[in-house]
């Protein structure tokens, strides 16, 4: 079963750093485009960040560029998300997902808080 | 990188037929096939329901299909049902590998 499992959201404060991480399963991982989702409380999906296959590319929404890390380690089947300089609307619930131009599956999302 | 446009809502009875539309511009989904849709029901994980403007993933009911004119893409659902309840998102590539997703669409079966 293809499965994806996000990990490391929390509560930080305004400034803060924080690592996401999303554990790959059940397909060959190092074959997949994979890509971070975030949706804020109550709110719509936004396109955070993608990474190919081999790590060699990146590209991020103008929101996070250069605060935000996508990376990836094919030996460990996991995609993360280095998040610095964290702001109150970063706030959001953080999916993974598997794909190019469209997304499937996606984990079942890890909670990021910033407030102080 | 402004959102796709969607109505916020659309509504049906049972056995109805609903169109969702999602406008963009000709820089996202007016120059490229490459629109996607995506259910998603309360405290739940987004589901794939179309790719490439009308593409069914499998498993994925024939009752939706999907279709797009100019900078605007739609998603039908025919023989609307209870469990067609959610929100519905539209997704385009904008080029530069980057995604804009639709502000969604809540979907209410009368």
């Known amino acids: 079963e293809v499965q994806l499992v996000e990990s490391g959201g929390g509560l930080v404060q305004p400034g803060g750093s924080l690592r996401l991480s999303c554990a790959a399963s059940?397909?060959?991982?190092?074959?997949?485009?994979m890509h971070w989702v975030r949706q804020a409380p109550g709110k719509g999906l936004v396109w955070v960040s993608r990474i190919n296959n081999d790590g060699s590319s990146t590209s991020y929404a103008d929101s996070v560029k250069g605060r935000f890390t996508i990376s990836r380690d094919n030996a460990k089947n996991t995609l993360f998300l280095q998040m610095n300089s964290l702001r109150a609307e970063d706030t959001a619930v953080y999916y993974c997902?598997?794909?190019?131009?469209?997304?499937?599956?996606w984990g079942q999302g890890t909670l990021v808080t910033v407030s102080s | 990188q402004s959102a796709l446009t969607q109505p916020a809502s659309v509504s049906g009875s049972p056995g109805q037929s609903i169109t969702i539309s999602c406008t963009g511009a000709?820089?996202?989904?007016?120059?490229?096939?490459?629109v996607s849709w995506y259910q998603q029901h309360p405290g739940k994980a987004p589901k794939l329901m179309i790719y490439?403007?009308?593409k069914r993933p499998s498993g994925v009911s024939n009752r939706f299909s999907g279709s797009k004119s100019g900078n605007t893409a739609s998603l039908t659902i025919s023989g609307l049902q209870a469990e067609d309840e959610a929100d519905y998102y539209c997704?385009?590539?904008?080029?530069?590998?980057?995604?804009?997703f639709g502000t969604g669409t809540k979907v209410t079966v009368l």
């Open positions: 997704c385009s590539y904008a080029g530069s590998t980057t995604y804009v």
């Open positions: 490439e403007v009308s």
């Open positions: 997902a598997r794909g190019i131009h469209s997304f499937d599956p």
């Open positions: 000709s820089s996202d989904v007016g120059s490229y096939n490459l």
């Open positions: 059940g397909f060959t991982f190092s074959s997949y485009w």
